[in-house]
């Protein structure tokens, strides 16, 4: 499985952006896919993941940080994942990457990730 993000640019604060992350190879384990940033001098932090539960309802999570200015979705034709950031603020700048696996992991330890998108926010 193949990951690559796109969208990350520099923007002024209460702007939006929508990041975009591609996967290819064997979509069984695309099952359950994730958000994550890290900042400079900071460790990396899980920003919304998106999956199916058992009973095949399609679940989104987010970090407090980002609940109501984040959407995460996922075009299942595509085998594409996004994050709608809106409002976005000064601290939401960071490198994002995004990840994925077959089983759903607790502990945020997903096996497959991309190689990041710079966004940048200005005051």
């Known amino acids: 499985v193949q990951l690559g993000e796109s969208g990350g640019v520099s923007v002024q604060a209460g702007g939006s952006l929508r990041l975009s992350c591609a996967a290819s190879g064997d979509t069984d384990s695309t099952k359950y896919m994730g958000w994550f940033r890290q900042a400079p001098g900071k460790q990396r932090e899980w920003v919304a993941s998106i999956y199916r539960n058992y009973l095949d309802k399609l679940t989104t999570e987010y970090t407090s940080s980002v609940k109501g200015r984040f959407t995460i979705s996922k075009d299942n034709a595509l085998n594409t994942m996004y994050l709608q950031m809106n409002s976005l603020k000064p601290e939401d700048t960071a490198v994002y990457y995004c990840?994925?696996?077959?089983?759903?992991?607790?502990?945020?330890?997903?096996?497959?990730w991309g190689q990041g998108t710079q966004v940048t926010v200005s005051s």
């Open positions: 990840a994925a696996d077959r089983y759903l992991r607790l502990d945020n330890n997903y096996r497959y």
